[in-house]
T-cell receptor, first 110, second 113 residues
Framework: GNSVTQMEGPVTLSEEAFLTINCTYT??????LFWYVQYPGEGLQLLLK?????DKGSNKGFEATYRKETTSFHLEKGSVQVSDSAVYFC?????????FGQGTELSVKP | DGGITQSPKYLFRKEGQNVTLSCEQN?????MYWYRQDPGQGLRLIYY???????QKGDIAEGYSVSREKKESFPLTVTSAQKNPTAFYLC????????????FGNGTRLTVT
């Protein structure tokens, strides 16, 4: 069946390090893809999205490119800050069917 | 400002009592969703509604009930039949269409003792 797989956390980085959080999906077609961020004790906030192959979503220094050939939507940031510490979720939407990845916790140390 | 409001933020109940969590949105979204999140875990879908007066079970609907009498409101009742009700509950809404992102409320943390 369709699924979304994220890299397991927690991911611990030093401030200003490069971040990659992997997300791959299985689907019969071409879903829309989203990244959400959840800060402690809060709901999820949309971080970025891409709706078709080769689209690049970007926001707040984060980027992700929709790669049809590898069915991936990896989240990247060139230089993380302590304030980026949160849980990140990859989401797939195909025809109204929503599938979340299991979430990846990121901890950034000063 | 438009958004989704969940209330209360923290809720405490005794075992055996039903409890209703509120979710209101003023985004004019047709679709609304309830998710459950347990510590260190992902989101699991409880119920969803794509139109007023209609709703469908998600993956873990047992022990929960919902209603959708108004477009703006989608309350969730956690009944005494739910075996492990203590969790963080998130409500979301969206327009219809697969390019539409979900908008989330800030959640209600329910503790049942």
């Amino acid at each position: 069946g369709n699924s979304v797989t994220q890299m397991e956390g927690p991911v611990t980085l030093s401030e200003e390090a490069f971040l990659t959080i992997n997300c791959t999906y299985t689907a019969t077609g071409y879903p829309s893809l989203f990244w959400y961020v959840q800060y402690p004790g809060e709901g999820l906030q949309l971080l970025l999205k891409a709706t078709k192959a080769d689209d690049k979503g970007s926001n707040k220094g984060f980027e992700a490119t929709y790669r049809k050939e590898t069915t991936s939507f990896h989240l990247e940031k060139g230089s993380v800050q302590v304030s980026d510490s949160a849980v990140y979720f990859c989401l797939y939407n195909q025809g109204g069917k929503l599938i979340f990845g299991q979430g990846t916790e990121l901890s950034v140390k000063p | 400002d438009g958004g989704i409001t969940q209330s209360p933020k923290y809720l405490f109940r005794k075992e055996g009592q039903n409890v209703t969590l509120s979710c209101e949105q003023n985004l004019n979204h047709d679709a609304m969703y309830w998710y459950r999140q347990d510590p260190g875990q992902g989101l699991r879908l409880i119920y969803y509604s794509q139109i007023v007066n209609d709703f469908q079970k998600g993956d873990i609907a047992e022990g929960y009930s919902v209603s959708r009498e108004k477009k703006e409101s989608f309350p969730l009742t956690v009944t005494s039949a739910q075996k492990n009700p203590t969790a963080f509950y998130l409500c979301a809404s969206s327009t219809t269409g697969e390019n539409s992102p979900l908008h989330f409320g800030n959640g209600t943390r329910l503790t049942v003792t």
